[in-house]
C-alpha cells in the first residue's frame, strides 16, 4: 500500500495538473468566463481532492482483498477511472447547476463532459505515477511474470 505522503503527493499533483488544464479548456469548450471555469474547477479540485484520497484507500485495500495484489492491469485502471468519475458526477452535478445558474440537464451534459475528460486524464496520469513512483515491494502480477519468461 502507499504511505500517506505518497498519497498526498498523489492527489495534489494530480488537483494541480488537471486545474492547469481544465480551465482553459472548458472556458474555451462550454463558453462561459476563465474565471467563473476556474472557480468551478478549485471547488470541484478539493471535493476531489478529498474523494481521490479516500477512493483510492478503498480501491486498494478492494484489490488487495480479492486479488492479493496492487498491480493494477489495464481494464483495472479502466474500472478504477470510471468509477472514481462516477462518485464525482454525483456529488457535482448539483453544485455546477446552481453555480453556473443552469438546468439540471445541462449540468449533467457539462459533467459528463467533464468526466469524459478527467476519465482520460486520471488514467494517464494514474499511469505515469504507478511508473514514476512506483509501490514499494508491490507484487509482480501473472502477466509480468509470464512476459519475464
Known sequence: MRTTADRIRHTVGFEVIGLIAFAPLASLVFGYELHQMGIVGA?????????????????????????????????????????????????????????????????????IAVAGYYMVYAFFYNWAYDVIFPIPNAAPSASDCQSAN
Do not use: C
Open 43 to 111: 471547488v470541484a479540485a478539493l471535493i476531489a481532492a478529498t474523494w481521490n484520497y479516500i477512493y483510492n484507500i478503498l480501491f486498494d485495500r478492494a484489490m488487495l482483498r480479492f486479488t492479493g495484489q496492487l498491480k493494477k492491469s489495464t481494464p483495472i485502471r479502466v474500472l478504477h477511472a470510471i468509477l472514481f468519475e462516477g462518485g464525482l458526477l454525483i456529488v457535482f452535478l448539483p453544485s455546477v447547476a446552481w453555480y453556473l445558474k443552469i438546468g439540471l440537464v445541462e449540468a449533467f451534459i457539462m459533467d
